[in-house]
Nanobody, 116 residues
Framework: EVQLVESGGGLVQPGGSLRLSCAAS????????MSWIRQAPGKGLEWVSA????????YYADSVKGRFTISRDNAKNTMYLQMNSLKPEDTAVYVC?????????WGQGIQVTVSS
């Protein structure tokens, strides 16, 4: 069974940090490009960041560039998103996605709330 399970979300004050994890199972993680996508309350899906299968190439949305860092550990079948200098507008459900050769898998998502 394919699973993507996010963890590490929660409530944090503006300027704070969180690290999200996405644990994968049921497929060959190292073959897949991985992404983080978020959905703020009342808004559509927003792509946040992506990383290639080997982990050496990363991409970021302009809204998070310089504040977020994506990484992965293929030995642990896990992807991460280090989020620093968080802003209230980063409040959203964060979802991880795996993509390879027409196959894609999605996690259930995890809430991140940035508020004082």
């Amino acid at each position: 069974e394919v699973q993507l399970v996010e963890s590490g979300g929660g409530l944090v004050q503006p300027g704070g940090s969180l690290r999200l994890s996405c644990a994968a199972s049921g497929f060959t993680f190292s073959n897949y490009a991985m992404s983080w996508i978020r959905q703020a309350p009342g808004k559509g899906l927003e792509w946040v960041s992506a990383i290639n299968p080997g982990g050496g190439v990363t991409y970021y949305a302009d809204s998070v560039k310089g504040r977020f860092t994506i990484s992965r550990d293929n030995a642990k079948n896990t992807m991460y998103l280090q989020m620093n200098s968080l802003k209230p507008e980063d409040t959203a459900v964060y979802v991880c996605r795996a993509l390879w050769s027409g196959f894609q898998y999605w996690g259930q998502g995890i809430q991140v709330t940035v508020s004082s």
